[in-house]
């Protein structure tokens, strides 16, 4: 009896025991996340971090000529047999609408990417061939050039193995890269999302922030004149 009553003992102590690790380690992690773009902020003037409901930080900033940039971290566990992925997502949001059509590149598309804008494009666009599967869609108001000069600029993009999506739109461009991808273990065995990363560095957001200018400049803004471009 004293012993079924000591092993019953020890089984409780235990379960409370590793339940308070979780906890903690869980807390830790997040911990983690709220500061993973501390580093980056050091590249812009008034950097302001905000923190999204998935502990992960967001961060704002001017640029010169009042554009903004805007950098977030995306957790995404949504493909099965794969490892969860943390996407770095750079926005570049221009001082005024510019004239220019909307376009877009996605790389290795499996239709469960939900940050993705170029989904949600009505038009079917004959993509640049690349090392990877490509996905361009726009809005139907390319011009001809328009188009050649995307797919210049998306051919030497996708070139990087780590480059995830890139879209120009009137209103500012988009990058997202690859910045992490999860731990075996915790996925495999605990269905957790982990990532072996304690900071973003400043490096990797800053080659982002240049993608994202370039393909602000990659489109020209007077060829209205130009014919449509129809989509083979």
Same mark, same amino acid.
């Given at each position: 009896?004293?012993?079924?009553?000591? !092993?019953?003992?020890?089984?409780?102590?235990?379960?409370?025991?590793?339940?308070?690790?979780?906890?903690?380690?869980?807390?830790?992690?997040?911990?983690?996340? *709220?500061?993973? &773009?501390?580093?980056?902020?050091? +590249?812009?003037?008034? %950097?302001?971090?905000?923190?999204?409901?998935?502990?992960?930080?967001? &961060?704002?900033?001017?640029?010169?000529?009042?554009?903004?940039?805007?950098?977030?971290? /995306?957790?995404?566990?949504?493909?099965?047999? *794969?490892?969860? =992925?943390?996407?770095?997502?750079?926005?570049?949001?221009?001082?005024?609408?510019?004239?220019?059509?909307?376009?877009?590149?996605?790389?290795?598309?499996?239709?469960?990417?939900?940050?993705?804008?170029?989904?949600?494009?009505?038009?079917?666009?004959?993509?640049?061939?690349?090392? %990877?599967?490509? /996905?361009?869609?726009?809005?139907?108001? %390319?011009?001809? *050039? =328009?188009?050649?000069?995307?797919?210049?600029?998306?051919?030497?993009?996708?070139?990087?193995?780590?480059?995830?999506?890139?879209?120009?739109?009137?209103?500012?461009?988009?990058?997202?890269?690859?910045?992490? =991808?999860?731990?075996?273990?915790?996925?495999? !065995? +605990?269905? =957790?999302?982990?990532?072996?990363?304690?900071?973003?560095?400043?490096? /990797?957001?800053?080659?982002?922030?240049?993608? %994202?200018?370039?393909?602000?400049?990659?489109?020209?803004?007077?060829?209205?004149?130009?014919?449509?471009?129809?989509?083979?």
């Amino acid at each position: 009896m004293i012993t079924t009553i000591a !092993f019953s003992a020890f089984i409780v102590a235990s379960c409370v025991w590793m339940g308070k690790r979780a906890i903690s380690d869980h807390r830790a992690v997040l911990a983690q996340r *709220r500061g993973l &773009l501390d580093e980056a902020a050091g +590249l812009f003037p008034n %950097a302001k971090i905000s923190v999204a409901p998935d502990h992960f930080p967001m &961060l704002v900033s001017r640029l010169e000529g009042g554009r903004q940039i805007r950098v977030e971290l /995306l957790a995404d566990a949504m493909v099965t047999r *794969r490892l969860p =992925q943390l996407w770095l997502r750079v926005t570049l949001s221009e001082a005024g609408e510019r004239c220019r059509p909307t376009i877009g590149a996605l790389a290795r598309p499996t239709g469960a990417e939900y940050y993705s804008l170029v989904h949600d494009m009505p038009e079917w666009m004959t993509p640049p061939e690349t090392g %990877a599967s490509l /996905l361009m869609r726009g809005d139907g108001r %390319a011009t001809a *050039r =328009q188009v050649e000069r995307a797919e210049t600029m998306f051919r030497s993009l996708f070139a990087d193995p780590a480059m995830k999506e890139a879209v120009i739109s009137p209103r500012g461009t988009r990058v997202i890269l690859q910045a992490a =991808q999860g731990e075996r273990a915790a996925h495999l !065995f +605990l269905r =957790q999302v982990r990532f072996p990363v304690t900071t973003i560095s400043a490096s /990797l957001v800053k080659e982002a922030v240049a993608k %994202a200018e370039a393909l602000s400049e990659a489109l020209a803004a007077n060829e209205a004149a130009m014919p449509v471009y129809e989509a083979a």
